[in-house]
């Protein structure tokens, strides 16, 4: 399983916009400049997918990033602007004309932050080779300077391309040094970018089989997380918390840390761990004995397959369980999770 990201784990950026001349819109434009990055932030996610509405809270921070000179702010402006109008290249091209500004005049944190930022959009990608590219890039910059911080960030993102790619002895190793390098530094509850570590280190125990460490580290998680107020961190913690349960067998348990997680999961429209959700619930509660709950669960993630077309291993127990709940119901359902049951083990078979 891929480590937590986006706005959990390694977090981002923002936008660009310039307002009709109006009274009113420039009374609307130092209203949102008025805001902190963090506000106009949430505004944007929470105004998705209402592109307008998104479009202006990006182009809002990314105003006042300009403004204030704030060059990582800019770059999560430009990110975000990017992510709903769904083109790519409006950060890219940021990111690209912003290196080639600071090579002329390198500082101890530019351009290798840039690199770094790139880096991290590209993981989210899935491009670790690109992604990897940057990280040399801005490892060649950071050895010169001797940046202690923009290193450490540079191992947190190796260690979370090696976790992905099942490399999880590694990443451990790589996690525990970014882990006592931020905890000394006192990061993990002031940076956005090291508040994720409890949790991705609960991640690899948890791959490799050490439920006590894993456990450890997810308690540790949820009190960092209620301390600080993030809830989108602490969301996936009670997931991560419900699949630490489960290794170890306390059901109950799981069922209530999966539930926990469901309305941040549904926030940050992760569809792919929300479908995963929704199945670990209805099959605990298929274990637990619950079995109408069990099969609203399962119906669940069946719709989410319906809308948005991603697969997910975990769909083929969901069609099993519909399959043989429709066997004497419903002639016409049954044929439905027939055919969709032969979909996704068609997907299973290219995808290997």
């Given at each position: ?30 209203s ?6 963090k506000?106009?932030?949430e ?7 209402d592109?307008?509405k ?20 800019m770059?999560?402006?430009?990110y975000?602007?990017?992510?709903i109008?769904n ?7 940021f990111?690209?004309?912003l290196i080639n ?11 290798a932050?840039?690199?770094i ?13 690109k ?5 040399i890039?801005a490892n ?26 099942g490399?999880n002895?590694k990443?451990l ?21 090291f508040?994720?570590?409890p ?7 948890r ?15 949820v ?19 419900g ?7 306390e ?27 929704y ?11 619950f ?10 993630a ?11 291993k ?10 043989d ?9 049954q044929?439905?999770?027939?055919n969709?049951l032969?979909?996704i083990?068609?997907?299973k078979?290219?995808?290997?």
């Amino acid at each position: 399983m891929l480590p937590f990201i986006k706005r959990l784990l390694l977090i981002f950026f923002t936008i660009s916009f310039s307002l009709k001349t109006t009274s009113q819109n420039t009374l609307q434009v130092d209203s949102l400049e008025k805001k902190s990055f963090k506000e106009l932030s949430e505004l944007f996610y929470d105004s998705k997918p209402d592109t307008l509405k998104a479009t202006i809270y990006a182009k809002a921070k990314f105003r006042k990033a300009l403004k204030e000179k704030d060059t990582l702010e800019m770059l999560n402006g430009k990110y975000l602007l990017a992510d709903i109008l769904n083109n790519r290249n409006i950060y890219l091209d940021f990111c690209d004309s912003l290196i080639n500004i600071s090579k002329k005049t390198p500082t101890e944190n530019f351009p290798a932050a840039i690199y770094i930022d790139k880096a991290t959009f590209f993981f989210h990608k899935r491009q670790n080779n690109k992604a990897l590219k940057e990280l040399i890039k801005a490892n060649k910059i950071i050895e010169k300077k001797e940046n202690l911080y923009l290193k450490n960030k540079t191992l947190y993102l190796i260690a979370t391309i090696q976790s992905s790619i099942g490399q999880n002895e590694k990443a451990l190793k790589l996690y525990k040094e970014v882990y006592n390098y931020a905890s000394k530094e006192n990061l993990i509850t002031k940076d956005v970018f090291f508040s994720t570590l409890p949790l991705n280190l609960t991640i690899e125990y948890r791959n490799l089989n050490k439920i006590d460490s894993a456990y450890l580290f997810n308690s540790k998680a949820v009190k960092i997380y209620k301390k600080i107020n993030d809830s989108v961190n602490l969301g996936y913690s009670y997931y991560s918390l419900g699949l630490v349960y489960q290794k170890k067998k306390e059901y109950s348990k799981a069922l209530k840390s999966y539930l926990k997680s469901i309305p941040t999961i549904e926030d940050d429209e992760n569809y792919r761990i929300l479908v995963s959700s929704y199945i670990k619930i209805a099959k605990l509660y298929d274990t637990l004995g619950f079995d109408n709950k069990s099969l609203k669960y399962h119906l669940k993630a069946d719709s989410i397959f319906k809308a948005k077309k991603i697969p997910s291993k975990f769909l083929e127990d969901t069609y099993k369980y519909l399959l043989d709940y429709y066997k004497t119901k419903d002639l016409k359902k049954q044929l439905i999770y027939v055919n969709k049951l032969l979909e996704i083990k068609e997907f299973k078979l290219f995808s290997m």
